[in-house]
């Protein structure tokens, strides 16, 4: 039974490095582009928000967070809950390309 085991293992870790040795494979290609967008207009953001694209604008709506005064424990804070929504479009006349839609519920 030891041996069913350790072939068992054997199989798996070879398994994964050959998997590795694919990945390394594919390290010289851009598989994938990232840009920072600008940040939520809630000035701590949110958690938990329903995020959503439609029409190439984002959208995201409601949330909740921990508001907190200046030197109040995040311990210390209720949990508010949100019930607005954000809308990102693109606006070459925007600094970064971008600007938040706010107002909405």
């Not at 050959?18 to 494979?25: C, I, K, L």
């Not at 598989?31 to 940040?39: A, G, K």
Request: net charge negative.
């Amino acid at each position: 039974m030891k041996w069913i085991a350790l072939i068992g293992l054997t199989l798996c870790l070879a398994t994964v490095a050959v998997a590795q040795s694919q990945q390394v494979q594919h390290t010289n290609q851009q598989l994938l582009q990232w840009n920072s967008l600008p940040p939520l207009p809630d000035a701590i953001g949110v958690a938990g928000p329903v995020v959503g694209v439609h029409n190439d604008a984002l959208i995201v709506g409601g949330g909740a967070n921990f508001p907190t005064a200046e030197g109040q424990s995040i311990w210390d804070a209720s949990k508010v809950w949100h019930d607005d929504v954000y809308v990102l479009i693109r606006d070459a006349a925007a600094e970064g390309g971008y600007r938040w839609l706010e107002g909405y519920k």
